[in-house]
């Protein structure tokens, strides 16, 4: 079982934005209260290739904060619940909703795992 920090995956927290000029982006924000989503590096791909070199990030949205269904990725949405990245749970958004994270597409690594207290772990 692989077993990570999530301070040990570069976590950023987002806020998603749509301009006047049309385009959407993913701004970085300093606290979980003003956050949206978290990034952070993909633990497999993390372990796979000792470290963040050549490892994608994952991106999980929170519709209890704003996200729309619309909004890539998509399907799944999370509630963060904690302070911090160092206490971070990723929670169902509603009820009978997934609490893990779940990579799927063709020729992805196919990460499947929990954010919990800060700890993520493999399914």
């Not at 999530?6 to 003003?34: A, M």
Request: glycine share 12%; charged share 25%; net charge neutral.
């Amino acid at each position: 079982m692989t077993m990570f920090k999530l301070t040990d995956l570069e976590p950023e927290f987002l806020r998603h934005e749509k301009r006047d000029d049309g385009h959407t982006y993913h701004v970085h924000v300093d606290s979980i209260d003003k956050a949206q989503g978290i990034m952070f590096l993909c633990p497999a791909c993390f372990k796979a290739n000792k470290g963040k070199v050549g490892t994608h990030r994952i991106l999980c949205w929170s519709s209890s904060r704003g996200i729309t269904e619309d909004v890539e990725p998509k399907p799944g949405r999370w509630r963060l619940d904690g302070t911090s990245t160092a206490d971070l749970t990723l929670n169902a958004e509603h009820p009978g909703g997934a609490r893990s994270v779940l990579l799927t597409g063709k020729g992805g690594c196919e990460w499947h795992g929990f954010i919990t207290n800060g700890l993520v772990t493999d399914a």
